[in-house]
């Protein structure tokens, strides 16, 4: 598996997680990283993501509470969210954003 997920869990309203997102690639500090979610029976939706050089772009339901980050020294696209709704309840997914392939998910379920 190229792409790794990991962090999501269970957390209440209000909380806070951080995913991770490990490229077992040699590209990585060349690639634009991306996070996506896909919450039940909805179609996948862009969260975030973050280019090479550190620009980063956000969907407009997380803009302001989730934060995309990337450590070129460790292979790592990081997922900062914050002020956690139910409605961000998914799976999520990091990928290159220019490619169709998809890495393992993790699901990050939010109690109210």
């Known amino acids: 598996v190229q792409l790794q997920a990991s962090g999501g869990g269970l957390v209440q309203a209000g909380g806070s997680l951080r995913l991770s997102c490990v490229d077992s690639?040699?590209?990585?500090?060349?690639?634009?990283m991306a996070w996506y979610r896909q919450a039940p029976g909805q179609q996948r939706e862009f969260v975030a993501l973050i280019s090479s050089g550190g620009n980063t772009n956000y969907a407009a339901s997380v803009a302001d509470r989730f934060t995309i980050s990337r450590d070129n020294s460790k292979n790592t696209v990081f997922l900062q969210m914050t002020m956690l709704k139910p409605e961000d309840t998914a799976v999520y997914y990091c990928?290159?954003?220019?490619?169709?392939?998809w890495g393992q998910g993790t699901q990050v379920t939010v109690s109210s």
């Open positions: 690639g040699n590209m990585f500090s060349h690639r634009i």
């Open positions: 990928k290159y954003y220019t490619s169709p392939v």
